[in-house]
């Protein structure tokens, strides 16, 4: 694996918090448009507790726009250069998942390949962090031998 993936393992990364980011201001707008229009149409304790759930709604969208936003600009200062250790930015193959070290996306495909997108802060993220090839790590009982990391 060079430097080409890594660099369309990010770009799909960068990719899919773009898509979240509209999903979110998306759900955001309509949010909105639904307070409005609850306020011209609405009376009453109906009112009160549909114009509450949807407040409730926005804060919930609120606080993942802004870790959306994190992550893309964690994304766009990320270093994906060769590693000798996993970190951020690093490609880590074991014997049974390859992983990637951004942020969390779960298992994606590029290039017909599967990889795991873990955040360095995740349960597995942690116990990858600093680890080299050879190491061996073990997660939820099942060891796993790390048979490299670029």
């Known amino acids: 694996m060079g430097a080409d993936t890594k660099r369309q393992l990010l770009d799909h990364c960068i ?74 930015g690093a490609v880590v193959e074991t014997d049974q998942v390859t992983y990637f070290m951004a942020i969390s996306l779960g298992q994606q495909q590029v290039n017909g390949q599967h990889f795991m997108v873990v955040s360095p802060s995740s349960p597995i993220g942690k116990l990858l962090l600093g680890s080299k090839t050879g190491e061996q790590i073990s997660f939820n009982d099942a060891k796993q031998l790390i048979i490299a990391v670029y």
């Not at 979240?20 to 609850?38: C, F, G, P, T």
């Open 15 to 88: 990719e899919k918090v773009n898509e979240r980011l509209a999903e979110i201001n998306y759900a955001i707008q309509q949010a909105q448009d639904a307070i409005e229009n609850e306020t011209k149409s609405s009376a009453g304790d109906k009112y009160e507790t549909s114009r509450e759930m949807i407040q409730q709604d926005l804060n919930r969208y609120n606080t993942q726009l802004v870790q959306a936003k994190k992550d893309w600009m964690l994304l766009q200062k990320m270093d994906i250069g060769a590693k000798e250790a996993a970190e951020l």
